[in-house]
């Protein structure tokens, strides 16, 4: 039977590398800055959706991965490293 959820029980793999990276950056990026950049990129995401995202509470579709690891300037495999 298939699962949805991490091995956690969170709802994505990313979004604890979200959170990491998008900290990491100089100066810091916050959830809303993130949610500008996504909106830049045509997602319609906001500051919620992002902190949803980090805490493993919401869904990630493989078009927003994409365009996360656009926008945090990394590779998709990037963002799903444990």
Do not use: W
């Not at 949805?4 to 590398?17: E, I, M, R, T, V």
């Not at 998008?22 to 809303?32: D, E, V």
């Not at 993130?34 to 869904?59: M, P, T, W, Y």
Request: proline share 4%; with cysteine; charged share 25%.
């Amino acid at each position: 039977m298939y699962k949805n959820y991490a091995p956690d029980g969170k709802h994505n793999l990313c979004g604890s590398q979200v959170a990491a990276l998008r900290k990491a950056r100089t100066p810091k990026l916050s959830q809303r800055g993130l949610a500008d950049l996504l909106q830049l990129g045509g997602l319609d995401v906001d500051k919620n959706a992002v902190q949803r995202i980090e805490s493993g509470e919401r869904f990630v579709t493989d078009i927003e991965l994409k365009a996360l690891a656009q926008a945090l300037g990394v590779t998709v495999e990037k963002l799903l490293e444990p």
